[in-house]
């Protein structure tokens, strides 16, 4: 069995998206839900709560052979909350730049769990923050 999504272990959506390869002729069951298979292939959805959940496929081929996947995955659909210090509500300029600051808050938890986090002004990258172990890298970008 290969498994192509969910692709990673972090989801955005509370309806997952389940999709994989198996031997033709095989069945394939979702968290104990059975799935059609057209070609080898199998695609299905699967709805789950904030927070980890657990995926559960198991796929049986026409000789009994068992193959079984488990991940864990964290469902995390709530954005981060964004507080703009500057400028303020209604601001007005005639300069080519603006400084703008902020700050970006999680909940104790989510932040412990934070690995990336992209910053977007007007659609345009503006600050990434990436952390591994203790450490916490964070880049921003002036844009003229």
């Not at 095989?26 to 709560?49: I, K």
């Not at 210090?85 to 209604?90: A, E, F, K, N, T």
Request: proline share 3%.
């Amino acid at each position: 069995m290969r498994l192509t999504e969910p692709s990673g272990s972090m989801v955005t959506e509370k309806d997952i998206l389940v999709s994989g390869f198996v031997e033709i002729g095989s069945s394939v069951f979702v968290n104990d839900r059975e799935v059609d298979v057209t070609f080898g292939h199998f695609e299905t959805t699967v709805s789950a709560l904030e927070g980890d959940f657990t995926l559960h496929i198991v796929a049986m081929d026409e000789a009994g052979n068992e193959a079984v996947v488990d991940r864990i995955l964290r469902v995390d659909t709530v954005p981060p909350a964004l507080e703009v210090r500057q400028p303020s509500d209604g601001f007005v300029t005639n300069e080519q730049t603006v400084a703008i600051v902020g700050a970006i808050a999680l909940d104790d938890e989510r932040e412990a769990d934070i690995r990336f986090l992209e910053l977007y002004i007007n659609d345009i990258p503006a600050c990434s923050t990436s952390s591994r172990a203790s450490s916490r890298r964070t880049s921003c970008w002036r844009r003229a």
